[in-house]
């Protein structure tokens, strides 16, 4: 059972600046190559940014050529929350942390091998801790 976090709006934008707030709140999305998480390189773990829940590992992250942070698999699968997203002409997985319900991006089925995913994530949407 995970321990879900719950805030309202106003305490939500109180923590997060505007671009976060709308991003993970709003399920906005980042312009392609805005965020310098997408060329990270350092080892460590990537955090939510809403709830500090570590997510991702930088041995999973890859350049996916997108312009956006891009992993092949969480830290545990029982952290990410899929949802179907039909909000553009073709259908999409929504990615969201499990903990807060925070938007972190959406995964597809172009990864690289052992999943075959690409969790493709806002930078916004993520803080990085370096080992």
Not at 6 to 16: A, G, I, P
Not at 47 to 69: A, H, M, R, V
Not at 94 to 110: K, M, N, Q, R, V
């Amino acid at each position: 059972m995970l321990n879900k976090i719950h805030k309202t709006d106003e305490e939500w934008s109180k923590l997060l600046s505007e671009e976060q707030y709308r991003i993970t709140r709003g399920g906005g999305t980042e312009c392609a190559f805005s965020s310098h998480l997408a060329s990270e390189k350092q080892t460590g773990e990537y955090i939510c940014i809403c709830c500090k829940t570590p997510l991702f590992n930088s041995n999973s992250k890859f350049d996916s050529g997108t312009g956006w942070p891009s992993f092949f698999q969480p830290i545990e699968w029982k952290l990410i929350k899929e949802t179907i997203d039909k909000s553009l002409t073709k259908v999409r997985v929504e990615i969201s942390c499990a903990i807060c319900d925070a938007h972190l991006g959406h995964e597809f089925t172009d990864g690289p091998q052992p999943t075959g995913l690409r969790f493709c994530l806002n930078g916004a949407s993520l803080e990085f801790k370096p080992d």
